[in-house]
C-alpha cells in the first residue's frame, strides 16, 4: 500500500481529558501522553489513530466531522451515555448511535 492512514488530528481545549474520554470510550490504548499530543489507537502498533493536540484559541464554529459509533446493545449504549456522550438520533441505517463528547 503506497499510502496509510495514520491518524486523525483533533484540536483540543485539554487534550488529556478528551482523549481519556475516547480511549475508553473506543477501549483503545494509550500511546503518547505528552504535553504536546495525546494519542490513543485501537492496539499500541495499529493504525489509524485519534490524536489530541493543544490549541490556544476557543472552539468558535460548528465542527466538520463527526464520528458516529454504534454501540452494540443496551448495556454498551447506557455505558457511553454514562460517560457523557450524547445520544443522535441521526440514523442511517436503523440502529441506535452515540456519538462523541
Known amino acids: ?3 496509510e492512514w ?3 488530528t483533533v484540536d483540543a481545549a485539554d487534550p488529556a481529558a478528551l482523549g481519556r474520554w475516547w ?3 473506543l477501549g483503545w490504548v494509550v500511546v503518547n501522553d505528552s504535553a504536546e499530543e495525546y494519542e ?3 492496539e499500541h ?3 489509524p489513530g ?3 493536540v493543544p490549541v490556544p484559541e476557543g472552539k468558535t464554529v460548528k465542527n466538520r466531522l463527526h464520528p458516529a459509533c454504534s454501540p452494540r446493545g443496551a448495556a454498551e449504549n ?3 451515555l454514562h460517560t457523557r456522550a450524547k445520544r443522535s438520533d441521526r440514523t442511517y441505517d436503523g ?3 452515540c456519538g462523541g463528547r
Open 45 to 47: 502498533d495499529r493504525l
Open 95 to 97: 440502529r441506535s448511535r
Open 23 to 25: 480511549a475508553e470510550a
Open 1 to 3: 500500500m503506497a499510502l
Open 40 to 42: 490513543i489507537r485501537p
Open 6 to 8: 495514520e491518524q486523525v
Open 50 to 52: 485519534l490524536i489530541f
Open 78 to 80: 447506557r455505558r457511553l
